[in-house]
């Protein structure tokens, strides 16, 4: 009996999917060639293959898999899928690759958004006279080095302070973003990576007065009581009438766009969180001593809610 060929059936199936074509040449070999849809998930292109990657990992598909017990007991799926482990966040933390995957990921999900993020904070000069701004959970530093090259005409002295894990802060250090590199000037100089928790009280340093904390996509990880612990962080590193950027998707902005559901429910999966309507969030920011100022739509799921420390 002649084996089965799985390369070939591999091959075959992405082929009908339209990831591969193929043709049999003069020795009567088959030979397949890349696409423009397979080009997308080449090295030289990360924003789709990074975020790929991390979804073909472990901690993320692992969660999903407990979907009937997560809806029926009310609780984590990292947490049933792994052990018992309050975060998924330990669980990228014990594997060094998943970890880079993930930082690569949402690095490349911030270069998307870059350009929106440019144009708002330009047109209503929401840093001209910031004296520093913080990225709490900014990764490697992408969307702190976008704020500061966006401000550097009305400010070139504003710094910055990428926050984090220590370990994702010491690797930020080690293996500088080439997306800050594209930028160029010395935007990579006025940037400070900073190792810490932000569920430690007085974890993250003190900021001059005048100064910004931002958070993209931190919220929506974590249940509402967690939140508040973030952010009562974030109130004692600012002082009254600073302001606090945070970038979330709003369920009730993009109520007819079906991904706000299926992204509620993977933040629902996988690290715990979800997403949040404005009134919701207006309620968790007050209770974090925070009082919303204004919202404004960036992009297709995504907008900036500006609140002031109280």
Not at 49 to 67: E, N, T
């Amino acid at each position: 009996m002649k084996k089965k060929n799985y390369m070939y059936s591999f091959m075959r199936c992405l082929e009908s999917q339209g990831y591969f074509s193929s043709e049999v040449d003069g020795s009567g070999v088959q030979r397949w060639k890349s696409t423009v849809k397979s080009s997308l998930l080449c090295s030289g292109d990360d924003k789709l293959r990074s975020l790929l990657m991390i979804i073909a990992q472990p901690p993320h598909y692992q969660p999903w898999g407990r979907v009937a017990d997560v809806v029926r007991e009310g609780r984590c799926g990292a947490e049933l899928a792994f052990d018992g482990v309050d975060s998924v966040w330990k669980v990228f933390a014990r594997n060094p690759h998943w970890q880079s995957s993930f930082d690569k990921a949402m690095s490349s999900l911030t270069v998307g958004a870059l350009r929106a993020v440019k144009e708002v904070v330009q047109r209503d000069s929401l840093l001209d006279k910031t004296p520093c701004v913080m990225d709490v959970g900014g990764g490697h530093g992408v969307l702190l080095a976008q704020l500061l090259q966006t401000g550097s005409s009305s400010n070139p002295a504003m710094r910055g302070i990428c926050f984090d894990q220590p370990h994702v802060a010491d690797a930020a250090r080690a293996s500088p973003s080439p997306e800050i590199a594209k930028m160029g000037g010395d935007v990579a100089a006025r940037i400070s990576f900073v190792g810490g928790d932000f569920f430690a009280e007085r974890s993250m340093p003190a900021l001059p007065a005048g100064s910004v904390i931002v958070m993209k996509h931190i919220l929506h990880d974590w249940d509402d009581t967690k939140c508040g612990v973030i952010l009562a962080c974030c109130h004692q590193a600012l002082s009254p009438g600073d302001r606090l950027f945070v970038f979330e998707q709003l369920l009730d902005a993009d109520a007819g766009n079906p991904m706000a559901a299926i992204m509620d429910m993977n933040m629902m999966m996988v690290p715990g969180g979800r997403e949040r309507t404005r009134k919701e969030f207006e309620s968790l920011l007050r209770t974090g001593g925070f009082k919303l100022d204004r919202v404004t739509n960036c992009s297709p799921m995504m907008s900036l809610l500006i609140a002031k420390r109280i």
